[in-house]
């Protein structure tokens, strides 16, 4: 879709914008590392850019189980350091965005036969609950049968010992990436979405410029700038051959896939932890307002990651595996309301090791024209990962000691926005008062927290902008307005997939609000009308076969 150039977002970055100043740094990547590398930079004092050929957090960062958590199966892989790093993370995340970063408690059952004993898990629990060392969320509880099937009566209870109730965190991927880019936006840096590199080039041998084409308008430019960072997640070894086409691979990317349900299909009141009968996979069954979702799958993968897709074969084997757990839920394909597939950016390991045993560990490597590439980790570990590259790039540009200390404190304290508040309760009390269902009032605190008052800020000026944009979800046409004016969404599939997830959270992938988002974006950003309609048309074309499950077509 050709949309004018002069009429996008404020809060993307124009190519005008980013060619008029060298910058201190070109981070390459709009997912959660990029994102968190950006912030980090930003927070040191560093001029910063970032780029991204699709939107925000369009890969694998909105793709995922949606876990902020430590990890039990690395410990049973003796990964501890990893677990320890998880766990520290999970308490900085806690802090710094409790609206998107949310404690939840997790049922973990143990049948006889099991790959995991009771007594193995027992142990396993209470090192995690070590690890996590000042305890930022409650120890675990040693569950029998009987308790376990009071908790969660609908799980099999044929071989049923007992189990364990522990907590971890689960979070909104997609929107914690655009709280990460709005908190450096904040800071100074540069943010542009649908803005690809096509090209890199070397003064005195050092990658030192960018070409960049603009994926919405065809416009082509370029940007400087004194170090570039590739943080491109499953196209990290595309963009390393632009630095050097004889790069060898580093990735093994890997493919996971959930699959959503409505939530009283399955009955259950919280997260839960199971092991595959099938292959004895460690997987999650998690909540999700009315749905639930499961995953992950975990196999190798050859696809591009923009045709990566949801196979039947990935579908049965999630089907067949939580049926197992709950014998009369009897899911089938017609079952599945949605499903999300992206691909994981793991490192390459020994030969002959199966897809689950490859590191969640990350890896900084130096090209040959100075392009820092960091490659692999886990959403958990974002922040510490951008931390540690951010440390190498302010050294070798000089920065001092004392504004890189300052930076990594900021970067673990300094709350993302909307995570400032603290206590949310107040924030749903006005909504409700403004007229808003009690519904939506929760939508709204949930996806915004302490910006909920700016939502609530643009219908005292617009009355009209609390009328929901779907029928069967509590978003309302005020959200379309805020993604577009401050979290850079500028495509209805932005909207409706990666800031209010009516992609997933609606029977039809959010279809009927194509038109009104639309609408509300071809105002703000000065869309023709023939172009509202074109844009609305994109989506519904494409929305049911991306977000969705025909059983009978598939």
């Keep these: 879709m050709n949309l004018n150039h002069a009429t996008l977002s404020r809060q993307r970055a124009t190519l005008d914008a980013l060619a008029a100043q060298t910058w201190d740094i070109l981070v390459i990547g709009g997912g959660i590392t990029g994102a ?5 930079a930003s927070l040191r004092g560093l001029s910063v850019a970032l780029v991204d050929r699709h939107d925000l957090a369009w890969g694998t960062s909105s793709r995922s189980s949606r876990l902020i958590h430590g990890g039990l199966r690395y410990l049973e892989q003796g990964r501890l350091g990893l677990v320890f790093e998880s766990l520290r993370e999970r308490r900085h995340l806690l802090a710094l965005a409790p609206h998107l970063v949310r404690p939840q408690a997790f049922i973990l059952p143990v049948h006889r036969g099991d790959r995991v004993p009771r007594w193995k898990l027992e142990i396993g629990m209470w090192l995690y609950d070590l690890l ?3 305890g930022n969320l409650p120890r675990h509880q040693r569950l029998g049968k009987r308790a376990m099937l009071q908790r969660e009566p609908m799980i099999r209870e044929r071989g049923l010992t007992g189990g364990a109730l522990y907590y971890d965190a689960q979070c909104d991927d997609a929107r914690l990436v655009v709280a990460v880019a ?27 410029r960018a070409e960049l084409a603009d994926q919405l308008t065809g416009a082509t430019g370029e940007i400087r700038f004194r170090s570039v960072v590739n943080a491109t997640g499953p196209w990290t070894d595309e963009l390393r051959k632009l630095e050097d086409p004889g790069a060898r691979p580093v990735l093994r990317p890997t493919k996971g896939v959930h699959v959503l349900f409505r939530r009283a299909r399955l009955g259950h009141q919280h997260a839960i932890t199971f092991t595959s009968p099938i292959d004895g996979r460690v997987m999650f069954v998690l ?28 579908v049965h084997y999630l089907i067949r595996s939580v049926n197992a757990l709950f014998p009369s839920a009897h899911l089938t394909e017609e079952d599945v309301t949605g499903t999300w597939a992206g691909l994981r950016p793991m490192l390459r390991g020994p030969e002959g090791a199966g ?49 890189r200390t300052t930076g990594r404190i900021a970067s ?66 005020a959200e379309v307005l805020h993604a577009a004016r401050r979290e850079f969404a500028v495509r209805v599939d932005d909207v409706l997939a990666r800031r209010v997830h009516l992609a997933w959270e609606t029977s039809d992938q959010g279809v009927a609000a194509a038109d009104r988002v639309a609408e509300l974006l071809g105002r703000e950003l000065g869309w023709s009308e023939e172009q509202c309609v074109a844009e ?5 074309e494409a929305a049911p076969g991306h977000y969705g499950w025909a059983a009978a077509g598939r």
């Design 36 to 40: 968190g590398i950006a912030r980090d």
């Design 132 to 134: 996590a060392w000042r």
């Design 182 to 208: 709005r908190a450096a936006a904040q800071r100074g840096a540069a943010i542009a979405n649908w803005t690809s590199v096509t090209a890199l080039h070397a003064i005195d041998g050092r990658i030192a």
């Design 287 to 314: 909540p999700w307002g009315e749905h639930s979702y499961v995953g992950t799958t975990d196999t190798d993968s050859d696809d591009s990651p923009e045709r990566i897709t949801t196979t039947r074969d990935d």
């Design 355 to 403: 897809p689950s045993a490859v590191s969640r560990e990350h890896r900084i490597l130096r090209g040959h024209g100075g392009m820092w590439t960091i490659a692999g980790g886990k959403l958990t570990t974002w922040r510490s990962m951008a931390a540690e590259l951010v440390d190498r790039v302010a050294r070798e540009l000089g920065q001092t000691s004392t504004d």
């Design 412 to 477: 673990a304290t300094e709350p993302l926005p909307g995570g400032d508040s603290p206590t949310l309760a107040g924030f749903q009390e006005q909504a409700e008062a403004a007229g808003l269902s009690t519904p939506t009032a929760a939508h709204l605190v949930r996806h915004y927290g302490g910006e909920t008052a700016a939502i609530l800020n643009l219908l005292r000026d617009d009355p009209s902008l609390a009328t929901p944009i779907h029928p069967d979800h509590p978003a309302i046409a």
């Design 536 to 540: 609305a048309a994109a989506y519904r």
